[in-house]
């Protein structure tokens, strides 16, 4: 269910991410310009802190499992 939960969180601010794109190619003032590429800054590291808390579960497990680790 973890998993599940993280892919709908993770699509739900790659959407976000966008929109802070179409905000900043769009932006007529500076205030708006930096909101949006904040906003997908955000989004991106979010991203790879999804991807990195995955990777973190899956060791974990295995090390739960007795298994070696490289």
């Given at each position: 269910m973890?998993?599940?939960s993280s892919i709908?969180?993770?699509a739900l601010v790659l959407v976000l991410g966008l929109v802070g794109l179409v905000l900043a190619s769009g932006a007529l003032?500076?205030?708006?310009y930096v909101f949006g590429f904040s906003l997908?800054?955000?989004a991106s590291l979010f991203g790879f802190g999804l991807i990195r808390a995955?990777?973190?579960r899956l060791e974990a497990a295995q090390r739960a499992e007795g298994g070696r680790h490289v």
């Amino acid at each position: 269910m973890e998993v599940v939960s993280s892919i709908v969180v993770g699509a739900l601010v790659l959407v976000l991410g966008l929109v802070g794109l179409v905000l900043a190619s769009g932006a007529l003032d500076a205030e708006m310009y930096v909101f949006g590429f904040s906003l997908a800054g955000f989004a991106s590291l979010f991203g790879f802190g999804l991807i990195r808390a995955h990777y973190d579960r899956l060791e974990a497990a295995q090390r739960a499992e007795g298994g070696r680790h490289v």
